[in-house]
T-cell receptor, first 111, second 115 residues
């Protein structure tokens, strides 16, 4: 079945760039997503990329997609303490809109 | 735009009682709503998908008689946990998508504690 994998933890210093990586197995994925979850809260849609794109940039966020290797990354430029959260990668391949989530990467930003 | 609310944000109930959680799309019509369950420090587990006016589609292993889902309008879906037990204690999150079904927006979640 479909599977999405992420590393569990990343620690960076404030002002540095953060890169969170994700791999997926479903070659028919049409959309890939990054969500942010702060403690005790729901998920915030940060950005998504269509599978025929290689890159998408939105302010401090850059998403890179390597479809051949089934690898997705999220780069956060000039990381701030407010970026500390859990980041989930997700993929969707069916017309039902069903999302398959990774385990989440906890980003810790040190001042 | 694309705001989804949930009510209540937290609830404590006694074992054996039922609890209803509401999920509303505030500024768009949600043709599809999803219900997830999240255990501490874990990812989201999809429980069911509901389309307005249709019966919900449950994921394998989710008891449909225990987790009743109703999606009566384009802005409201409800999840009722019937005869709740302590093992049902969890964080329940809903999401909704509208005309652009590849964009899914999440509610803030409901913390359920069964004593």
């Amino acid at each position: 079945g479909e599977d999405v994998e992420q590393s569990l933890f990343l620690s960076v210093r404030e002002g540095d760039s953060s890169v969170i990586n994700c791999t997926y197995t479903d070659s028919s994925s049409t959309y890939l997503y990054w969500y942010k979850q702060e403690p005790g809260a729901g998920l915030q849609l940060l950005t998504y990329i269509f599978s025929n794109m290689d890159m998408k940039q939105d302010q401090r966020l850059t998403v890179l997609l390597n479809k051949k290797d089934k690898h997705l990354s999220l780069r956060i430029a000039d990381t701030q303490t407010g970026d500390s959260a859990i980041y989930f990668c997700a993929e969707s391949s069916s017309n039902t809109g069903k999302l398959i989530f990774g385990q989440g990467t906890t980003l810790q930003v040190k001042p | 735009g694309a705001v989804v609310s949930q009510h209540p944000s937290w609830v404590i109930c006694k074992s054996g009682t039922s609890v209803k959680i509401e999920c509303r799309s505030l500024d768009f019509q949600a043709t599809t709503m999803f219900w997830y369950r999240q255990f501490p420090k874990q990812s989201l587990m999809l429980m069911a998908t509901s389309n307005e006016g249709s019966k919900a589609t449950y994921e394998q292993g989710v008891e449909k008689d225990k987790f009743l889902i109703n999606h009566a309008s384009l802005t409201l879906s409800t999840l009722t946990v019937t005869s709740a037990h302590p093992e049902d204690s969890s964080f329940y999150i809903c999401s909704a998508s509208g005309a652009r079904n590849y964009e899914q927006y999440f509610g803030p979640g409901t913390r359920l504690t069964v004593t």
